[in-house]
């Protein structure tokens, strides 16, 4: 198993700009979930998903859709950059959607500069 | 709404002393309690995590942490630091219940060992 792999490890956008940041994951779980940290701050939970086809807001969601069509994917966009979300992305997944009890397997991290 | 405080952004320890990482939660709930470790330039990884049943959690790398629910605390320790255990380290909660999708974070505690 490859586990949670996210793609681009390190991109630079200029204001406006938008983008799709990868998250792939090959252990058929359940739940999926978006995380930025930013230095300070810890990770803070941007939008979640508990299975194909249902998304849910978390404590930032603001500047980023989502969506998941299949169980697999969980695709984060940024429809028009900004500087404030410059940040590091990782992306998490658990085996059911009881995150209470589940352990989280996050992916490598995304590195996103907004010039 | 739940929260985790981590007391202290950066702690130093020589090698071979005690490590003790402290974490206070807030929920009015019974919690659920994690500890994940991230290395530097690496996703996060679960160290150990209290459910229900015994208070005291052993993890992995030798950490252990206990839950104390009169002091709404759940420190991470280990007896003995090793030059590997230098990273940054995360206390998060859930909850069961409506909004039990989602994990909070604290903002972290960077653990320093001196040789």
């Known amino acids: 198993n490859a586990g949670v792999t996210q793609t681009p490890k390190f991109q630079v956008l200029k204001t406006g700009q938008s983008m799709t940041l990868q998250c792939a994951q090959d252990m058929n779980h359940e739940y999926m979930s978006w995380y930025r940290q930013d230095p300070g701050m810890g990770l803070r939970l941007i939008h979640y998903s508990v299975g194909a086809g249902i998304t849910d807001q978390g404590e930032v969601p603001n500047g980023y859709n989502v969506s998941r069509s299949t169980t697999e994917d969980f695709p984060l966009r940024l429809l028009s950059a900004a500087p404030s979300q410059t940040s590091v992305y990782f992306c998490a997944s658990s085996y059911s959607i009881r995150v209470n009890t589940d352990t989280q397997y996050f992916g490598p991290g995304t590195r996103l500069t907004v010039l | 709404a739940q929260s985790v405080t981590q007391l202290g952004s950066h702690v130093s320890v020589s090698e071979g002393a005690l490590v003790l990482l402290r974490c206070n939660y807030s929920?009015?709930?019974?919690?659920?309690l994690f500890w994940y470790v991230q290395y530097p330039n690496q996703g996060l990884q679960l160290l150990l995590k209290y459910t229900t049943g015994a208070t005291l959690v052993k993890g992995i790398n030798g950490f252990e942490a206990e839950f104390k629910k009169s002091e709404t605390s759940f420190h991470l320790t280990k007896p003995s630091a090793h030059m590997s255990d230098a990273a940054e380290y995360f206390c998060a909660v859930s909850y069961s219940g409506a909004g039990s999708y989602q994990l909070t974070f604290g903002k972290g505690t960077k653990l320093s060992v001196i040789p």
């Open positions: 929920s009015s709930v019974p919690p659920y």
